[in-house]
């Protein structure tokens, strides 16, 4: 049985459910926080979320667990076969996590996190400043989208899962694209709200926030 570990809203912990979602494999996930405690150590080394089981088989890191599962559940694959479409996927996975992460997660935790975890309200300053770099990942993205439908080989993968799991938060917290100066990413992020398992499990969490 496989069993993921973390919080719903955390864009790491959403990229595994849409992998699992997407392969339709059954699973369990258990909302958990961060920790150094030994319990969490031992499954996940640098105390953090995501981190998972399959079976008796323990492991963390978003990237390092939906390559697993693209392994060993090959069908629905996410992670192109030819080197240098695999290489781009993983791209753009990585600046997903890094750079849109930064911007947008950072964001959402100041909204989010800091009410319920710090005990103090957000800091505007922060927000402000994360807002003024919205340009610059837009300005990447609509660049490397040009109309496309997915940004690997016109078909879903890693990419786009990354991708949606970041913008998730971003319209969350009630953010649009301009269409009219992103035209390709407006369309391109409004095509992966509205892919049917994405969709689902988006509608999923927020009942699962409501109880948090």
């Given amino acids: 049985m496989i069993t993921l570990y973390g919080l719903s809203v955390s864009l790491y912990v959403r990229k595994v459910r849409f992998v699992l979602e997407l392969k339709n494999l059954d699973y369990q996930h258990i909302i958990a926080l961060p920790s150094q405690s030994p319990e969490v150590l031992d499954k996940s080394p640098l105390g953090k979320i995501p981190y998972m089981t399959d079976g008796d088989f323990a492991l963390s890191d978003s990237t390092v667990i939906v390559q697993y599962l693209d392994k060993k559940y090959p069908h629905q694959p996410i992670l192109p076969q030819e080197p240098h479409s695999l290489a781009k996927a993983l791209w753009f996975d990585e600046y997903s996590d890094t750079k849109v992460s930064e911007i947008i997660s950072g964001i959402f ?6 009410p319920r975890f710090l005990n103090r309200e957000p800091d505007e300053a922060i927000i402000k400043s994360k807002e003024m770099q919205f340009p610059v990942i837009f300005n990447y ?10 940004l690997v080989n016109e078909c879903l993968t890693l990419a786009d899962i990354s991708l949606a799991s970041n913008f998730a938060n971003f319209f969350n917290l009630g953010y649009t694209i301009d269409a009219e100066q992103w035209p390709h990413l407006a369309q391109y992020t409004d ?3 509205n892919i049917d398992f ?15």
């Fill in 109 to 114: 935790f100041e909204r989010f996190g800091a």
């Fill in 141 to 150: 993205l609509e660049e490397q989208i040009q109309g496309k439908k997915f």
């Fill in 191 to 193: 095509n992966l709200m």
């Fill in 198 to 212: 994405i969709k689902k499990l988006i509608e999923a969490e927020k009942v699962e926030i409501e109880g948090f």
